[in-house]
T-cell receptor, first 116, second 109 residues
Framework: GAVVSQHPSWVICKSGTSVKIECRSL??????MFWYRQFPKQSLMLMAT?????????EQGVEKDKFLINHASLTLSTLTVTSAHPEDSSFYIC????????????FGPGTRLTVL | GQQLNQSPQSMFIQEGEDVSMNCTSSSIFNTWLWYKQDPGEGPVLLIA?????ELTSNGRLTAQFGITRKDSFLNISASIPSDVGIYFC?????????FGAGTILRVKS
């Protein structure tokens, strides 16, 4: 149990375009999902916390107009990187928390974004 | 902000050896978690610790939640080649996680 999927697993786009990444909890309902960014050889940095049916809460320094988050259902959250630039190239990972297990977070497999 | 100090940064050990890594913090956490990340993949939960002083095992892995709630260690016994990867500790406050910098484990067969 506690499987989280992401789609796509990788994406290459041109500078200035927008990219949408999906995060799904497959076998449980997740009231809260999280979005992280990981640069090469670095740790995971929390970008935002997403609650179903409400606006996401962004960490300091993360532009909410650039990284649009929608959490329309208990099993799906989306991250849209708008007007992507090469510096947005990174590994984006989502997680969902399982409330019955002390809010333990289970992570998706990640999405590699490369902006040309 | 809250920070975790994870050590060692990397390890290169012989197959069959035991491995130990730890995390410390100046902040108190409610939960400590240990994750493993393989290249190009998301972190996979290894062990979750919910109570100060708790000692938990998962196969060859053993982890403890420090009594002060400011530290945790992870031991891997009798390492095998598939143990290679990056190990992250994470401290939880509320429903948020803060991660250590990771320990890169390389195993010589």
């Amino acid at each position: 149990g506690a499987v989280v999927s992401q789609h796509p697993s990788w994406v290459i786009c041109k500078s200035g375009t927008s990219v949408k990444i999906e995060c799904r909890s497959l076998d449980f309902q997740a009231t809260t999902m999280f979005w992280y960014r990981q640069f090469p050889k670095q740790s995971l940095m929390l970008m935002a916390t997403s609650n179903e049916g409400s606006k996401a809460t962004y960490e300091q320094g993360v532009e909410k107009d650039k990284f649009l988050i929608n959490h329309a259902s208990l099993t799906l959250s989306t991250l849209t990187v708008t007007s992507a630039h090469p510096e947005d190239s990174s590994f984006y990972i989502c997680s969902a928390d399982l409330r019955d297990r002390g809010d333990t977070q289970y992570f998706g497999p990640g999405t590699r974004l490369t902006v040309l | 902000g809250q920070q975790l100090n994870q050590s060692p940064q990397s390890m290169f050990i012989q197959e069959g050896e035991d491995v130990s890594m730890n995390c410390t913090s100046s902040s108190i956490f409610n939960t400590w978690l240990w994750y493993k990340q393989d290249p190009g993949e998301g972190p996979v939960l290894l062990i979750a610790l919910y109570k100060a002083g708790e000692l938990t095992s998962n196969g060859r892995l053993t982890a403890q939640f420090g009594i002060t709630r400011k530290d945790s260690f992870l031991n891997i016994s009798a390492s095998i080649p598939s143990d290679v990867g990056i190990y992250f500790c994470a401290g939880q406050y509320g429903n948020k996680l803060v991660f250590g910098a990771g320990t890169i484990l390389r195993v010589k067969s």
